[in-house]
């Protein structure tokens, strides 16, 4: 059989191969391959197993990993692309002991992104959004989420997800989009807040829904965002429409998103850096993915999510880096990692479980990406170390060599 390209041979071939993504104490157990290879053939997996099985197949290019690591493509399953705009001023208002709700009332954070949103043309917006998939991209994140929530009104709502739609067809990652319209009540809107839900309930979730413009519909519930009848109210409309759902859940005070999320059966549940235990056993219950969003705690300098108890409960955790201008902006998926090692206190295991198949399935895309496996897109990333544990024992070190996305070498050094 030809092979348009083969990686191998492999020292360290991580797989993450699994029925479903992982839980409990399974999310220590990573199945590995020594001196395995893979073959890559039309964008995908056509081979898995020990390079002697491959090595002398026809192949277009060989890419030797023999003192190497070579892992899934990260899946970044919650960011704010596309964006615009410099919030760097509340980096140093949070310095001075402002919180994120007084920054956001008086104008600032969502507010400040969607003024550059609004006026921003779409072709702007756009090779925006392209510039952000590009920088995860070599910081090997090949599949992404993306989010409107910055327009907060039709049109500019609909500029996001058109952007988002374009983007997917130009860029070689895969991209799940997600309409957020109720991330924060719009200055316009102030005093009549039913005016607004009903704008996206009645008007922009239908045309999202008629123009295939989302998979997903989130809400910020949140004191001082949507109160949770008003997120209750936009989740089941969403629902009627045939979306999947997700929230914005519990990060600022323990507030009822999570236990909304398990009542109408989000598939995931994001933040919840103030969830209760009563939550989690329900997340757990309901089989609610919980989307754990360490550089967001680390850049806001708050406590970090309960990741431990989540995983003790039987949850099938995630990872992600809430990339966005004012509360995780953040690029590399390799620092989440790290945050999520040393700041939640996963094991390197467990970190990688979270940010590949575990985090696809928080996007409903468990069975084409996340994992080695054949027939998935042929994504990967290749490592200067021959163990998990040595992405982050010397710390701070990117050992990061190569990234291959839906079959395409992006960059080998």
Not at 232 to 254: G, S
Not at 362 to 380: C, F, N, P, R, T
Request: charged fraction near 25%; include cysteine.
């Amino acid at each position: 059989m030809f092979y348009d390209i083969v990686v191998g041979p492999i020292g360290t071939l991580i797989t993450c191969k699994n029925e479903g993504p992982r839980k409990g104490e399974e999310l220590r157990d990573l199945p590995v391959i020594i001196n395995g290879a893979v073959g890559i053939k039309d964008g995908k997996i056509a081979f898995v197993g020990k390079y002697e099985e491959i090595e002398k197949c026809d192949v277009g290019k060989k890419i030797d990993a023999s003192n190497q690591m070579v892992l899934p493509g990260f899946v970044d399953c919650h960011t704010h692309i596309p964006f615009l705009g410099d919030r760097s001023n509340e980096m140093i208002m949070r310095f001075e002991g402002k919180t994120y709700m007084e920054i956001a009332r008086s104008g600032g954070g969502i507010l400040n992104t969607m003024k550059f949103v609004r006026y921003s043309n779409e072709e702007s917006l756009f090779k925006s959004a392209r510039r952000s998939a590009k920088r995860i991209l070599v910081n090997g994140t090949t599949t992404f989420e993306g989010k409107s929530g910055y327009g907060l009104d039709f049109d500019n709502e609909i500029k996001q997800l058109n952007v988002l739609k374009r983007l997917s067809s130009e860029v070689p990652q895969k991209i799940v989009s997600t309409c957020l319209s109720a991330h924060f009540l719009p200055p316009e809107y102030e005093g009549k807040r039913e005016k607004y839900i009903e704008l996206v309930v009645e008007k922009i979730l239908p045309f999202v829904a008629q123009n295939g413009l989302a998979t997903f519909v989130d809400v910020f519930c949140e004191n001082g965002a949507f109160t949770v009848e008003e997120s209750r109210k936009i989740l089941l409309r969403a629902k009627d429409l045939n979306f999947k759902t997700r929230i914005h859940a519990d990060e600022i005070e323990n507030y009822g998103g999570a236990k909304l999320a398990a009542e109408i059966g989000c598939i995931s549940a994001d933040h919840l850096l103030m969830a209760d235990d009563e939550s989690i056993e329900l997340l757990s219950q309901n089989e609610v993915i919980p989307v754990l969003l360490p550089a967001t705690a680390f850049f806001l300098k708050k406590p970090f999510a309960r990741a431990r108890k989540f995983i003790e409960k039987g949850c099938a955790i995630a990872v992600a880096s809430d990339l966005n201008p004012g509360s995780s902006y953040t690029y590399s998926m390799f620092q989440v990692l790290t945050l999520a090692v040393f700041g939640m206190g996963l094991f390197p295991e467990e970190a990688i479980w979270a940010t590949t198949l575990n985090a696809a399935y928080a996007l409903s895309v468990g069975e084409e990406v996340g994992s080695i496996e054949v027939g998935k897109k042929a994504d990967m990333t290749i490592w200067d170390v021959n163990h998990p544990i040595y992405l982050f024992y010397p710390f701070g070190d990117n050992c990061l060599s190569g990234v291959i996305s839906k079959g395409k070498i992006i960059f080998l050094s």
